[in-house]
């Protein structure tokens, strides 16, 4: 099994400086638990591109058994010390050497829908792309962190959207999600089908919640919203969260035995030192209330 992750310098020595030195790890397993380090998959572009800075998470997809794996990806460049971000793509036949598309950027925030850089929170918010197919086969759908233009500041953060006939040609769609959720941003979003019923996952931690539900819960973390069987779950303001701030970024996977777990990013320790550092699997089950850790 192959994980990719974002990489940046333990020699940094503030933490919050790794967004600005991030690329792509790459990494094998046959547990899920011991792995073996690849070469980085990928780095930071050159300069004048849309990812001279870093490069942010993404997610990995496979069109065909004969085709290219794609890689969407969010690409990081500063502007006037702002850093804007936009989604580009690379593309590999083995899972190790990966091309930019010469087409990079391929798909920009659309103001008509979602902020822009040098508005409401600093930087810009469209990033961490995830891509899957669509259920009936109308090509491909992306889910984006992204912020609309509107409403209250804390409260802005939606499931952007965009879809495509081919993963080369993407257009910007109106967010999947209502505004005024709670939510400031919903990073790195997850949609995957377990036990018939559709689950979204994302993150966002307690300083990014809105005032509303941040007087509700201790902590932010990795949060979950379930819907029924044929339903789509972008009802946000319904979310639970499914683990607290002592992990965050998460990926939800079938181990080798068809089992659905949980690899997080252990982001805090028990003495609140910044951790970074990828979990062992926790178990996942479906339950009649949505989706839980065993």
Same mark, same amino acid.
């Given at each position: 099994?192959?994980?990719?992750? !974002? ?5 940094? *020595?503030?933490?919050? /400086? ?13 547990? /899920?638990?011991? +792995?073996? !380090? ?19 998470? *993404? ?7 004969? &085709? ?29 050497? +990966? ?80 505004? *005024?959720? *709670? ?25 990014? !919640? ?32 499914? /683990? ?7 990926? !939800? ?23 970074? &550092? ?17």
């Amino acid at each position: 099994m192959h994980l990719f992750s !974002l990489n940046a310098p333990r020699d940094l *020595g503030d933490p919050e /400086l790794r967004h600005r030195f991030a690329g792509v790890g790459h990494a094998v397993s046959a547990d /899920l638990r011991t +792995w073996e !380090l690849l070469p980085e998959a990928l780095t930071a572009g050159p300069p004048g591109g849309p990812d001279d800075l870093a490069i942010w998470t *993404g997610c990995v997809v496979r069109p065909s058994p004969d &085709a290219p794996w794609h890689l969407f990806y969010t690409g990081a460049t500063d502007v006037r010390g702002e850093t804007a971000q936009s989604t580009c793509l690379a593309t590999s036949p083995d899972l190790v050497t +990966w091309t930019r598309d010469p087409a990079n950027p391929v798909l920009r925030a659309d103001p008509r829908w979602y902020e822009v850089l040098g508005e409401s929170w600093p930087g810009e918010n469209w990033r961490d792309p995830w891509v899957y197919p669509d259920p009936g086969g109308d090509g491909w759908h992306m889910l984006v962190t992204a912020r609309v233009r509107t409403g209250p500041d804390d409260d802005r953060g939606v499931v952007g959207a965009a879809w495509s006939p081919d993963l080369r040609r993407w257009t910007a769609r109106p967010p999947r999600s209502a505004p *005024g959720a *709670g939510f400031g941003q919903l990073e790195v979003m997850q949609r995957e089908v377990v036990d018939g019923r559709p689950v979204l996952l994302f993150s966002c931690l307690h300083p990014e !919640l809105s005032a509303a539900r941040a007087a509700a819960v201790a902590t932010g973390g990795i949060w979950a919203v379930t819907a029924e069987p044929g339903g789509d779950p972008f009802d946000v303001a319904s979310a639970e969260l499914l /683990l607290d701030d002592r992990f965050y970024v998460r990926k !939800l996977v079938r181990d080798r035995d068809g089992g659905w777990v949980l690899l997080a990013f252990h982001h805090r320790g028990p003495d609140d030192t910044f951790v970074g &550092a990828i979990s062992d699997p926790m178990p996942v089950v479906m339950t009649p209330d949505g989706v839980r850790l065993r």
